[in-house]
T-cell receptor, first 113, second 111 residues
């Protein structure tokens, strides 16, 4: 089955700890994205990557970091510098050229205690 | 600055009737519009899209209308079914990497 996997589904961390969220896709998509969803708000773009070894900041990149060493993988690290890390995080991918819809993973709900 | 707005947080309709979900945008540069559907604890799934050169796109029970002069987008679902109950997100983009999402509208279809 082709798709996007995110793990884990639920994640709990203590304040001050860095945490890395996994995102893997086997759709052979070039572009990958990380979004954050908070209650009553739309999805907000954290980072995106159009190609391996390249990524760009989105609207709310502060306190986050990413890497894109492989086409299939785009992990997101939530650092201790992120002031309000508790949220629902969604990873997505798209073909990357032209106007194509993004395919989303199931999401990871991060709770920082 | 919310460039895509869905002003109705929720909508309730009877099974078999029409559901109309609305979306307004402020950026006249947006040239591609999409609707996504999201069930609880799942990622959004693509539903239907429309480019700015069209004013209507239809796919089965789902039709998206675009009114560029009013900067308004709507999704019509006819007939509505209980399985359509979900949160619907409107999204708009300029190119492929600048997609903006609305806050979502929770649709409940009552049997």
């Amino acid at each position: 089955d082709g798709g996007i996997t995110q793990s884990p589904k639920y994640l709990f961390r203590k304040e001050g700890q860095n945490v890395t969220l996994s995102c893997e896709q086997n759709l052979n998509h070039d572009a990958m994205y990380w979004y954050r969803q908070d209650p009553g708000q739309g999805l907000r773009l954290i980072y995106y990557s159009q190609i391996v070894n390249d990524f760009q900041k989105g609207d709310i990149a502060e306190g986050y970091s990413v890497s894109r060493e492989k086409k299939e993988s785009f992990p997101l690290t939530v650092t201790s510098a992120q002031k309000n890390p508790t949220a629902f995080y969604l990873c997505a991918s798209s073909v990357g050229t032209g106007y194509n819809e993004q395919f989303f993973g199931p999401g990871t709900r991060l709770t920082v205690l | 600055d919310q460039q895509v707005k869905q002003n109705s947080p929720s909508l309730s309709v009877q099974e078999g009737r029409i559901s109309i979900l609305n979306c307004d945008y402020t950026n006249s540069m947006f040239d591609y519009f999409l609707w996504y559907k999201k069930y609880p604890a799942e990622g959004p799934t693509f539903l239907i899209s429309i480019s700015s050169i069209k004013d209507k796109n239809e796919d089965g029970r789902f039709t998206v209308f675009l009114n560029k002069s009013a900067k308004h987008l709507s999704l019509h679902i006819v007939p509505s079914q209980p399985g359509d109950s979900a949160v619907y997100f409107c999204a708009a983009s300029v190119g492929i990497n600048d997609m903006r999402f609305g806050a979502g509208t929770r649709l409940t279809v009552k049997p």
